[in-house]
């Protein structure tokens, strides 16, 4: 029986160099094996609420139903999923459901919402689920590889149009996400399995991040880098040495035997 790999893990924020504050959110939760990057939106620091209320609530649903798997959950499981997964696609509903709740409550919040992406390292692998345009990437055998699909309008026409690299450089409505926690009272999480090797590096990072810089930067930060807190480190000093646009937060996740 083969030794299972362990996961070293780092993490950073930074406000960038055009915001005056940070609306992105971050967390590591090594003792559920949970991983997330939150880019919030909505202007006056309510941005700032929705993300961390994101990641509040994903903890508080992970506690919760780690103490007592039994216990009843404010969804249904969707039964050709299993067990772990249906556990992060609930506790990121429920996310969902609270931002969403929270900014009809209270005017000054009214509109806010984040986007999501997390790693769930379960017993055989790992789950990937996000929603909006924060991505996952893998990192093996020297190749860089993006794991999600961005929730946007720019995607969306580039799959029903062969967009010209001009065009995409050039498309007016970069910024508008067309699937985000909060936008209504239900969302569609998107999740995928994956069996991670020894030596796989994986990346959580905000729209302020793989923005101003590009995968094979990223791959080659990452390889280059002695240990993960300096990857991360030195991910964030290279998007804000591009103009820093928005804020930059990313997490690193590395198996290990």
């Known amino acids: 029986m083969s030794q299972p790999l362990r996961i070293e893990v780092a993490g950073e924020t930074d406000v960038g160099r055009k915001r005056a504050h940070n609306e992105d959110n971050f967390a590591i939760f090594a003792e559920y094996g949970l991983y997330i990057v939150a880019d919030g939106m909505g202007g006056h620091a309510s941005g700032e609420v929705a993300s961390k209320m994101a990641v509040d609530t994903m903890a508080e649903f992970f506690a919760a139903t780690a103490d007592d798997p039994e216990r009843t959950w404010p969804y249904k499981m969707d039964r050709t999923k299993g067990y772990e997964e249906n556990r992060l696609i609930t506790g990121i509903k429920l996310s969902n459901l609270r931002i969403f709740e929270n900014s009809h409550r209270n005017a000054k919040q009214r509109g806010m919402g984040t ?126 040495e591009n103009g820093g646009p928005d804020n930059i937060t990313c997490v690193l996740a590395r198996w290990i035997q």
């Open 115 to 240: 986007t999501l992406a997390t790693l769930f390292a379960v017993e055989d692998g790992v789950y990937v689920a996000h929603v909006g345009d924060s991505r996952c990437y893998r990192i093996r055998d020297g190749k860089i590889e993006q794991l999600t699909e961005d929730h946007s309008l720019l995607n969306d026409y580039k799959k029903m149009k062969q967009l010209t690299p001009e065009e995409i450089a050039n498309f007016p409505h970069k910024n508008v996400i067309v699937r985000a926690l909060g936008m209504k009272d239900t969302v569609k999480v998107d999740t995928r399995f994956e069996r991670p090797q020894a030596g796989d590096t994986m990346l959580l990072c905000s729209d302020g991040l793989c923005g101003p810089i590009t995968d094979e930067q990223i791959l080659e930060i990452v390889e280059s880098a002695p240990d993960l807190p300096t990857a991360t480190h030195r991910l964030i000093e290279a998007a804000n």
